[in-house]
């Protein structure tokens, strides 16, 4: 039965869409073809309404087949869209003189869109690069030194997100890491899935379990990492326990990583995020390959960085064995990270033994807690 919202148009859902937002997630590449291309379409649409009105003795198909002058009413239109030309419409030609103004209206506005198109863009900092994927490693192979030592001899994991600043110019301070868990489940009175959200705990500068991680100052192009303990073995992907919650019978399960830091110099506010998908391919059993810096060389020389995206150990790779079945259940997807790297020649995709539990020495050099 149709409600009176329904008949007015104002039923649910109700969205709207923002043109400031949908500009700030384009590319400039992409703002400037699209941008192009669609002036290119409205003036060969001109051209051809003007060739179409056009009072001549030539038949119509024949002024309708003319390329060379199709051509040129088309380059002659669009200099009128973006405002640095004039058409001139045939003395009393209604239509013509329709098209020309349209063609005059567009040329003024085109330019101060751009304009805001700019500042737009200008304005929307996106300064994070993250690595493809969390690697999903022992817990007694993170970084932090006490939290390893406490985990000598367990199969808990800890997950790693690895980011970095590829700003040249842009100082990032007061920079900040929260993750959440985001899932479906489905409602003990009716079975209806519910959205599920959950902060998960990270470990701070001091490798004790925190709602956010904390750094005073991002180094350009120095990577950081977030680790996130698992609370848990993952004997395989995907996870099916991450602090404590049970993921058996949820679906769609999603993590998210949210930055947010400051500016220096322009007191603003950047942020970054990413959506990293427990089901499918964003996770991989194995630890990160680390970046080795070196004060007296540039960072893009830095030892580490072909091998950013792979695992530790290229050569003699730590990635663990996947076992088969998952205590999850039916309704679980099979793992696919290892199998499809492998499929796809990945350095992930390579599948040796795990490595041996034994006491964590001295961090790397290059990683970063």
């Not at 003795?57 to 003319?66: E, K, W």
């Not at 409602?187 to 209806?192: E, K, L, N, V």
């Not at 995020?273 to 810096?293: C, H, Q, V």
């Not at 390579?350 to 539990?357: G, I, N, Q, S, Y």
Request: charge should be neutral; hydrophobic fraction near 40%.
């Amino acid at each position: 039965m149709l409600t009176r919202a329904m008949l007015s148009g104002r039923g649910h859902p109700r969205f709207r869409t923002s043109l400031r937002w949908w500009v700030a997630e384009r590319s400039v590449l992409g703002l400037f073809l699209l941008a192009f291309g669609s002036l290119v379409a409205l003036s060969a649409a001109i051209a051809a309404g003007l060739s179409l009105t056009l009072e001549s003795p030539r038949p119509l198909d024949a002024r309708m087949t003319d390329v060379h002058q199709l051509t040129n009413l088309t380059l002659h239109a669009l200099r009128a869209c973006v405002g640095t030309d004039n058409l001139d419409p045939q003395d009393g030609n209604s239509a013509q003189e329709a098209l020309s103004t349209l063609a005059s209206v567009i040329g003024a506005i085109v330019p101060a869109t751009l304009v805001g198109v700019v500042f737009i863009k200008m304005f929307s900092v996106r300064p994070f690069v993250w690595r493809d994927r969390v690697s999903v490693s022992y817990a007694h192979q993170a970084d932090a030194r006490d939290f390893a030592g406490q985990h000598v001899g367990s199969d808990h994991r800890i997950l790693a997100v690895r980011f970095y600043n590829r700003m040249e110019n842009l100082a990032v301070i007061d920079l900040s890491a929260r993750v959440y868990l985001w899932y479906l489940r489905p409602s003990p009175h009716d079975g209806t899935p519910v959205f599920c959200k959950q902060q998960l705990h990270v470990l701070d500068q001091h490798g004790r379990p925190a709602q956010e991680r904390t750094w005073f100052i991002m180094d350009r192009g120095s990577p950081l990492t977030v680790w996130i303990p698992v609370e848990a073995a993952v004997p395989e992907l995907p996870i099916g326990e991450i602090q404590g919650t049970l993921l058996d019978g949820a679906h769609s399960v999603r993590m998210l990583v949210r930055l947010t830091a400051k500016a220096a110099g322009l007191g603003t506010e950047v942020f970054g995020e990413r959506w990293f998908d427990l089901e499918g391919d964003d996770f991989e059993l194995g630890r990160f390959a680390p970046i080795r810096p070196d004060v007296d060389a540039d960072i893009r020389v830095w030892e580490g960085w072909p091998t950013f995206d792979s695992l530790l150990g290229v050569g003699e790779r730590t990635t663990d064995r996947p076992r088969a079945g998952h205590p999850g259940g039916a309704g679980h997807r099979q793992p696919v990270t290892l199998r499809k790297a492998a499929r796809q020649g990945r350095p992930g995709g390579r599948l040796t033994e795990a490595p041996a539990l034994h006491p964590p020495g001295p961090p790397a050099p290059g990683t970063e807690l």
